[in-house]
Structures are given as structure tokens and as C-alpha cells.
């Protein structure tokens, strides 16, 4: 059996809750695109991102460095710690897993958005850059989009 290359995997949300039993909550998940009610010095409060990015346990990861752009600039960016790669490598493995998965939470705080633009998330290894998908951010006159639900509505009535 081939195992998938590695790869990243982006979710785009507004807030992310740690629930008592180990849960986590999305909330206010985006599906690749956010419309911005357009303002003087318009300014997303909170953005998080989570990140997931995944190996086989045979080509295991020396390195994560990860990197948030808006458009072509660096919002942010983070080494996943070393010892927290190192320590992947160690575990006895869970029974039929075979990837070492590698996630965290990045929170964008009072974001700037000053036109339209792009998020998106790389991740560089010891070996390659992984591209994760974009959240296209849209400045509009009006953040409610009737149209899209009108259309549900015509969808679900015929």
C-alpha cells in the first residue's frame, strides 16, 4: 500500500475552544473565503488558524518552520518545537497509524485589512515547502450576503 506524501491542512476560523474532555471547538469556521464589512481602518479582530501537518512514520520530519502570509507578506511565523518532533519519533505507535501528525492553533489578533486579500499557510521542512489552501478575505459595502441565502432558499423550496 502507498501512503499519501506529506501534506498540510489548513481550517480558517474565528475562535477555537478547548472543551474539558480534550474536544475542541470550532467556531465560526470560514470555507475559503470571508467578506469584511469595509470601513475606514477596517481590522479583523481575531483570525485563527489551525494547522495540521502530517508525515508517514517512515520519512518522519526533522523540521517544521511555518509561515502565515497575507498576500505576499509574513504575518507570522514559528518553528514547531524541536523537541516536540523529536519526541514523535519516540512514541510507540497507535495500531494501524501510520503518520505522525503535527498540529497547533496560530492566532492572528487585530489584523489589518487594508483591500482584498489572501491568507494562506507554508510549512518548510528539512526537505520541501507545503502550500496550504488560502482564505480569500473580501472588503465589501455590505458583510450580509441575502443573495447566497435567497439561492439556498430557491434551492430548498423547489
Known amino acids: 500500500m502507498n501512503l499519501c506524501p506529506r501534506f498540510i491542512h489548513t481550517l480558517y476560523c474565528d475562535d477555537v475552544r478547548q472543551e474539558v474532555n480534550g474536544k475542541m471547538t470550532f467556531v465560526g469556521a470560514y470555507q475559503g473565503e470571508l467578506n469584511v464589512q469595509r470601513a475606514e481602518n477596517t481590522v479583523l479582530p481575531k ?4 494547522v ?19 498576500d505576499e507578506d509574513v504575518i507570522e511565523e514559528t518553528y514547531l518545537p524541536q523537541e516536540i518532533i523529536e519526541a514523535a519519533k519516540t512514541v510507540t505507535p497507535i495500531v494501524g497509524r501510520k503518520y505522525h501528525t503535527y498540529g497547533l492553533i496560530i492566532e492572528l489578533i487585530n489584523l489589518p485589512i487594508e483591500k482584498d486579500c ?10 520541501e515547502e507545503l ?16 443573495e447566497m441565502f435567497q439561492s439556498v432558499r430557491e434551492l430548498a423550496t423547489n
Not at 483570525?47 to 489551525?50: A, G, Q, S, T
Not at 502530517?54 to 502565515?68: E, G, L, M
Not at 502550500?131 to 441575502?146: E, F, G, T
Request: hydrophobic share 45%.
Open 131 to 146: 502550500a496550504s489552501a488560502a482564505l480569500q478575505i473580501n472588503l465589501v459595502d455590505n458583510a450580509s450576503r441575502p
Open 47 to 50: 483570525l485563527c488558524i489551525v
Open 52 to 70: 495540521n501537518v502530517q508525515t508517514p512514520k517512515a520519512q518522519p520530519f526533522d523540521s517544521i518552520f511555518i509561515r502565515v502570509l497575507k
Open 118 to 127: 489572501m491568507i494562506r499557510v507554508r510549512a518548510r521542512s528539512e526537505s
